[in-house]
């Protein structure tokens, strides 16, 4: 049973790494011909949790934002299929611990 178990690991590790590196192979060489890259707009907005226990919301214009035509992302940038789909981006920012000056004598 360990060994059936350690074959199907192995064998799930190589397909993993294959799809990795033909992924990677496609943007890398541009194959098929096509944009590597490309711009989708985002739209941040910031959460920002106040002391007294509140969340005040701030919203950013949409701007352009880089992203890979692959399936995984490379080059530090998120596929453009996953950004499409998501393009807001919530950025949670925190004040300081709530009660911190009220326990100082």
Request: net charge positive.
């Amino acid at each position: 049973m360990k060994k059936v178990l350690g074959i199907v690991a192995l064998t799930m590790a190589g397909v993993c790494a294959l799809v990795f590196a033909g992924d990677y192979l496609s943007v890398r060489l541009a194959i098929p011909k096509r944009d590597q890259f490309d711009y989708v707009d985002v739209r941040h907005f910031y959460a920002v949790k106040l002391k007294n226990r509140k969340t005040e919301y701030t919203y950013d214009q949409p701007q352009p934002m880089e992203c890979v035509n692959s399936l995984l992302p490379h080059y530090g940038d998120t596929p453009c299929w996953y950004r499409k789909k998501h393009p807001v981006i919530q950025v949670n920012l925190d004040s300081g611990p709530f009660g911190a000056w009220i326990d100082t004598p």
